[in-house]
């Protein structure tokens, strides 16, 4: 089955500094990738996605990059602000499976100030 | 709109006790799952149900039930609580299949398992 490794598990950047966080996926059906923010104590909210049909999306601060080949995907969150602070989760899925997403085990972003 | 809402919000079992954790959404959506979020864990998929009268096993389905009681209402139960199943408990809701539609999570239930 499906395995995400997210890297890595704590990233303390600046504020105004960029932040890229990585994930690799295992299996080569996945074609649907997302992140999701969670603050604290709060559910998970989506702010990006991916599909495996193209290799970058943009929306404002953040981006994030597909390479299919090594099956492996970023997120960039550029000019980071205090409010870029919480944990972020990647996914993956194939769209012919049951539903099923795999998600990352986390990457906690601290801005600093 | 509440969107997808989650009861209780809190809640402390001893081991053995059983529960149904309630989730219910406003917004005609079609599918819905439950989720365990352990600390340094992404989520984990323990049912879903893609439509109202089915549901199917997640990643991580032993020790729960599941009942999707109408298009509105999916409830998780635990039968005979143990302290693995300490977690917080996510349900979520989409129009379509997630990935081809946005899903939404509900606030989270932290059960604790004494």
Known sequence: GENVEQHPSTLSVQEGDSAVIKCTYSDSASNYFPWYKQELGKRPQLIIDIRSNVGEKKDQRIAVTLNKTAKHFSLHITETQPEDSAVYFCAAASLDSNYQLIWGAGTKLIIKP | ?114
Not at chain 2, 50 to 76: H, I
Request: with cysteine.
């Open chain 2, 1 to 114: 709109n509440a969107g997808v809402t989650q009861t209780p919000k809190f809640q402390v079992l001893k081991t053995g006790q059983s529960m149904t954790l309630q989730c219910a959404q406003d917004m005609n959506h079609n599918s819905m799952y439950w989720y365990r979020q352990d600390p340094g864990m992404g989520l984990r998929l323990i049912y879903y149900s893609a439509s109202e009268g089915t549901t199917d096993k997640g990643e991580v389905p032993n020790g729960y039930n599941v009942s999707r009681l109408n298009k509105r209402e999916f409830s998780l139960r635990l039968e005979s609580a143990a302290p693995s199943q300490t977690s917080v408990y996510f349900c979520a809701s989409s129009e379509g299949r997630w990935g081809d539609t946005e899903a939404f999570f509900g606030q989270g239930t932290r059960l604790t398992v004494v």
